[in-house]
């Protein structure tokens, strides 16, 4: 059963939008004009959410959300307020109110804040993608699980996604995932590492060119944009990206048209954007070495893979899968090398594991997979954390500090989590998990 969203704002065309902006997420939206309206609609039936302007004609958001809460306790409750109104919003924070956005509404921000409302649904209720789109994908810890129904529901969507996670984490594989399970699954895929090319050349690899626009441009040349035609195009390290091409870039997200290097007109193009780092973007743009405009429009929604030493049940499951595409599928791994293999951090990820299991099936000339065939840095390194002095005062310590800080950023932004992680220079999403997890 699709999740129920009440919009109130006394402007038809506001709720409109902030409607259109929900239309990734399969939930239901009823149209409230007035606060009594509001109140109406609730008690007929009792949305899963609430988005409302503060101010209206009659009764505000604010006396509309004390009313709400009277009855209802946990209902998430957000509110669209003008600047002027930002105190009443701290103020109605205090009265429960789950977030305040202010306006004009960024609607990537109000998507995620109403994703991050009906959170508990977002993990729990979606639908497992079917096994022929999940096919060679290894996921059996909760997370990755939880992470592919979510990849699955947006996927169906035409949003750009920003992948984030470590290195060797996944973020190629979920992407062609997406991909796989999207309406262009039937399209090209095209990937291109913004990292290995000079920005020279960036230039026109994206967006191609005309003959002889340049010395040594003996042809014309198409450009991976136009090469992503009906399909998906994967920009791999984004944050690598030159800055001088930033606004080009961005210029053809929002335009959906390029002008080929040396061509007179522009062309339209046609794909799905999903964009990838290994490295945090907001930090960068806090640097000055990413556009904020650029890092708001890659990131509609964003999804993080988590690193492998988060989500051990993956482990084994991988280790066996890649002995398997290695050849060794009859082989068995021994209890002490999976308990090895388990215990180990995997700062390569899965790419680590991935070469790990070749190694060890090359040098297994019997059925068993024995620790020694493991290389020797990871045997170690298990080994001298399994006999390290516990050390918990020192990480105590940095706890606390990290708790003192979320405080700061809390108090200093009145609570508005989305300003708070801004503030911090990490995602809202990681906020969130903080906050649950130190339980502030
Ligand atoms: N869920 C999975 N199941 C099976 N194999 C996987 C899975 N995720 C990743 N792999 C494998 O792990 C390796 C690394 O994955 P991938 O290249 O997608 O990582 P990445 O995050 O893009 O890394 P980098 O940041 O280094 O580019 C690949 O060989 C891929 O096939
Ligand atoms: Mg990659």
Redesign the pocket.
């Known amino acids: 059963m699709s999740k129920r969203v009440l919009i109130v704002d006394d402007e038809p065309r506001y709720r409109e939008l902030y409607a259109s902006a929900l239309s990734t997420l399969s939930v239901e939206i009823t149209h409230a004009g007035t606060a009594e309206e509001a109140l109406e609609a609730i008690g007929r039936q009792v949305p899963d959410l609430v988005v409302s302007d503060v101010r209206m004609p009659g009764a505000s958001g604010i006396e509309l959300l004390e009313r709400v809460r009277a009855a209802h306790e946990s209902l998430p409750f957000l509110l669209v307020t003008a600047h002027a109104d930002v105190r009443e919003a701290v103020s109605a924070l205090k009265l429960g109110a789950v977030d305040y956005l202010a306006k004009p509404v960024n609607l990537d921000e109000l998507l995620a804040c109403v994703r991050d409302g009906l959170g508990d649904w977002q993990r729990g209720g979606l639908d497992d993608p079917p096994p022929e789109v999940t096919e ?4 059996e810890s909760p997370v ?1 699980r939880a992470l592919l129904r979510e990849a699955w529901c947006i996927a169906r969507g035409e949003v750009n996604v920003l992948l984030m ?10 992407a062609r995932f997406i991909h796989r399970s999207s309406e262009r699954a039937g399209g090209p895929f095209v990937a291109v590492n913004c990292a290995a090319l000079p920005a020279s050349l960036l230039n026109s690899e994206l967006f191609g060119h005309e003959k002889g626009a340049f010395t040594g441009a003996v042809s014309a040349r198409k450009g991976r944009f136009r090469e992503a035609k009906g399909g998906t195009l994967f920009l ?2 984004i944050g690598d990206m030159p800055l001088e091409l930033q606004p080009v870039f961005l210029r053809a997200l929002e335009q959906r048209s390029i002008t080929p290097v040396g061509a007179t007109g522009e062309t339209s193009v046609d794909f799905r954007l999903v964009a ?1 780092t ?1 490295r945090s973007l907001e930090e960068d743009v806090q640097e000055g070495l990413f556009r904020a405009d650029l890092f708001y429009r890659l990131n509609v929604v964003a999804l993080e ?1 988590p690193p492998l030493r988060e989500r051990r049940e ?1 482990i084994i499951p ?1 280790a066996r ?2 002995l398997t595409e290695a050849g060794g599928r009859s082989k068995r791994i021994a209890r002490a090398t999976a308990a090895l293999l388990t215990g180990y951090d995997w700062p390569g ?3 680590e594991l ?1 070469n790990a299991m070749e190694r060890a099936h090359l040098l297994t000339r019997t059925e068993v997979i024995l620790p020694e065939s493991l290389p020797a840095t990871l045997r170690r390194a298990v080994a001298s954390a399994e006999h390290a002095p516990e050390d918990d005062g020192a990480f105590r310590t940095l706890q606390a500090s990290e708790i003192d800080s979320l405080k700061r950023a809390l108090e200093q932004t009145g609570g508005n989590r989305t300003h708070a992680a801004k503030l911090l220079g990490i995602t809202r999403r990681g906020l969130l998990k903080k906050i649950k997890r130190f339980e502030l």
């Not at 060679?136 to 996921?139: K, N």
């Open positions: 060679g994908m290894i996921a990755m996670g470590e290195s060797g984490t996944g973020k190629e594989v979920m791999d390290e990838a290994n893979l993956d991988l899968h890649f990820n899965i790419r991935e």
